[in-house]
Nanobody, 125 residues
């Protein structure tokens, strides 16, 4: 069973930065893509960003373009989410996800096989 271990959440003031990390524990797992989603209280879990493992192609939701950067370290089976210029509306539990399946977009929850436990990000105004 693949486990995704997240770290890096916390409390930050608006305009600040945080970096989230997510390591996949099972190195034999063939990752095709990894992504970040977030869920605010009372809202659905939404796509934030994803990266294709081979090649590094990235996609972002419009709300975070220019502020967030997703990257990966293939040797460590780790994906990162650098979050700059944070806003109060970025407050949510952030989840990383990994997919071993073939998909076209990797921007939907159903595209992913494994999920992390979530890490809280709180941005104060």
């Amino acid at each position: 069973q693949v486990q995704l271990v997240e770290s890096g959440g916390g409390l930050v003031q608006a305009g600040g930065s945080l970096r989230l990390s997510c390591e996949a524990s099972e190195r034999t797992f063939s990752i095709r893509a990894m992504g970040w989603f977030r869920q605010a209280p009372g809202k659905e879990r939404e796509f934030v960003a994803r990266i294709i493992w081979t090649g590094g192609n990235t996609v972002y939701v419009d709300a975070v373009k220019g502020r967030f950067t997703i990257s990966r370290d293939n040797t460590k089976n780790t994906v990162y989410l650098q979050m700059n210029s944070l806003k109060p509306e970025d407050t949510a539990v952030y989840y990383c996800a990994a997919s071993g399946d073939v998909s076209y977009y990797y921007t939907h929850k159903g595209d992913y096989n494994y999920w992390g436990q979530g890490t809280q990000v709180t941005v104060s105004s």
